[in-house]
């Protein structure tokens, strides 16, 4: 009788990669794969099938907290086809991220979680999160994607979910929202301060009540009056700036956010409490030109991953981000000046911590959740718990 034990075929071998350690070091190193998880990190590795990354970076999966889209996919469609597209991108987990009013954000969820057998089917896919209805302000959405908080509301979300809503945007100024905070941050959920003009008092006791994220910051805060020529402001912004306990996205084209911000928040932010996000949507990672984009998009025009989604019929005023998560590590690096180890960070192991998930770095008996890039960080293959779910060509 055959030994169970002796099957590999769950192996995978990937060779001579510039593998990043979580000690932050690039080295030449294989990496064995086995059961879904790192198995072991060394030299001498064998299986039965192996990839060859001479010359490559194999990196952590990279991981997106904030995406509504990419190209014509997006939340409101087939997530089997999005995360298709995200694994181009080099995404190895993604949370798709809901905006509109509570029935329709929940059908949606209940459809996903009967498409995919309760998500089980994409492992790519780390749960829901809830951009509205909670919010004191759209943003770029419109009113009647928000509510009032409610038990009967939440519970109805809760229920459409399914369990797998992990994370949840809120205003901490509407009426309920720091008991509901502290009740979902209990329950696990991350809490996120969202499209606000709360009080930097009101943004504390949503942080003591357990919200450890914040939602695109500077996108959607707004900037503090002035009330005396002689005195300089201080807004919720700087606040959130120099509260460690909580983390902060931002979406890293340099457009959204100066790129003077993004060094300012570098510099204030612990290293593990900075998150980059793309917020994208439809027409994120489509090459430069002019679509027409489904759902009452209408016209846009797209110049480059760095420039935004812009309506041409609305004097191309910006519409979303044309970023997908390859394009925020490349900016880490090439835009914002960060080594390998750091851009991996914010575009990985950060949102792992936050989310408490077995991923974001390179060690034994992490998730084996990897993406490979050439020597311009394009990326040419992405392995999600061990197996190769994209290669280019
Ligand atoms: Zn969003």
Redesign the pocket.
Known sequence: MASRMTVKSKSLVIKNGKVLLASGELVEKNLLLENGRIAKIGAANRAAVELDAAGAYVLPGLIDI???GIGYESSNGSLKAYAEKEAARGTTTFYP?L?GPPEVSAGHMRRHIEETDNLRALPQIGGFRL?SPYLGRT??GISTDLAPISKATTNMLMKAGGGKIKIWDFSPELSGAIATIASLSRAGMVCSLAHTRCTIAQARQAVEAGARLV??LFDTFEIPPTTDPGVYPAGLVDYLLIEDRVACEIIPDGTHVDPLHVEKTFRCKPADRLVFVT?S?FGAGLPSGDYVLPQGWGRVRINGSNNGVRLIDRKMALAGSAMTPIDGLRNAVRLFGRDMAAASRLCSKNAAGLLGLNKGEIAADRDADLVILDSNLDVLHTIVAGKVIYSRG
């Open positions: 904030h995406t509504h991220t905006f951009e943003g770029a939602t695109h917020d949507n």
